[in-house]
Nanobody, 119 residues
Framework: QVQLVESGGGLVQAGGSLRLSCAASGIIFGIYAMDWYRQAPGKKRELVATITGGGSTNYADSVKGRFTISRDNAKDTVYLQINSLKSEDTAIYYC?????????????WGQGTQVTVSS
């Protein structure tokens, strides 16, 4: 059974920092690309950061320079460091694991962790 469990969210003042974690189980973690998404109230879920199994990263323009995604394959965990938090970063943050094998997509989601930024 695949599980992705996010943690590290909370209430933080604008300008502060948080580090989100997502611990995976039930998959061969190192061969999955890992994404962080977020969904703000009344908005669509958006992709904010991606890291491949080899460690290549990509970010949404809105978070470049403030968000850093990383992974520890020995701990089956992906992280999202968020600095200089803004009120518009308030959202539920979800991690996603995905890979494609023989044309079939395998994708799994965590339950999300709430980040609330107070101004």
């Amino acid at each position: 059974q695949v599980q992705l469990v996010e943690s590290g969210g909370g209430l933080v003042q604008a300008g502060g920092s948080l580090r989100l974690s997502c611990a995976a189980s039930g998959i061969i973690f190192g061969i999955y690309a890992m994404d962080w998404y977020r969904q703000a109230p009344g908005k669509k879920r958006e992709l904010v950061a991606t890291i491949t199994g080899g460690g290549s990263t990509n970010y949404a323009d809105s978070v470049k320079g403030r968000f850093t995604i990383s992974r520890d394959n020995a701990k089956d965990t992906v992280y999202l460091q968020i600095n200089s938090l803004k009120s518009e970063d308030t959202a539920i943050y979800y991690c996603n694991a995905h890979r494609t094998l023989s044309g079939r997509e395998y994708a799994y989601w965590g339950q999300g962790t709430q980040v609330t930024v107070s101004s």
